[in-house]
């Protein structure tokens, strides 16, 4: 009997199943004077947290750019997640992010997807209290109703959130794109330990080729 499901990773966005979900890129993650980072010295900025910001601004935000653009314009669904709290005090926060300190209250700055790729008036923007946006908020559910089987993740950070997403959207049968150049984290390192540890998770691609194969499905 012939396999009724797919048997590699490796296979092209279907627009009509796909959707982009851009992971934690905001204020307080992505921002000199966001919350993670507004306590930290200047000189910790320039040397421990440098490649970091430098990622951030000179190739994976730009990246970010040009994926919003060519998926919206492709029509495909996107998404974004933001750390932040359904609580002003962070009371409803996980005991991760209790013992981390990461606090990021209702409705506040920090809480915002960064300008730079802000979300559109009818796009879905989910707050969460876990690493992995599949625990602290019901993304399954909405894919599930959007009809979403192949999804595309960008963000912050690579090795953290991301990777958390990454591994359950693929235990809950999504297929799962990583886009390696429009995803940081705070060292070289750090970031191709994780690209090497989910390679059997997701399929791995750069801006410029999934832009392309999603102009070229589109054309077709």
Known sequence: MAADFPTT????????????LFIDVQNFCARRDGGEFKDV?????AGKYSYYFERLKSL????????????RGAGIEVLYTTIESLTKDGRDRSL???????????????GKVIDEIAPGDD???????????????HIDYLLRNLGVKQLVLSGLVTDQCVESAIRDACDLGYLVTLVRDACATYNQERHDNTLRAIKGY???INTDALIEEISTRRAA
């Open 41 to 45: 010295p200047d000189s910790d900025i």
């Open 202 to 204: 997701c399929r791995q």
């Open 9 to 20: 990773r490796e296979i092209p966005l279907d627009p009509k199943e796909s959707a982009l």
């Open 96 to 110: 991760d992010y209790k013992i981390t300190g990461f606090h990021v209250p209702k409705g506040s700055w920090d």
């Open 123 to 137: 796009e879905i923007v989910l707050p969460k209290t876990s690493s992995s946006v599949f625990v602290s908020t």
């Open 60 to 71: 994976a935000i730009p990246n970010m750019q040009r994926l919003q653009k060519a998926f």
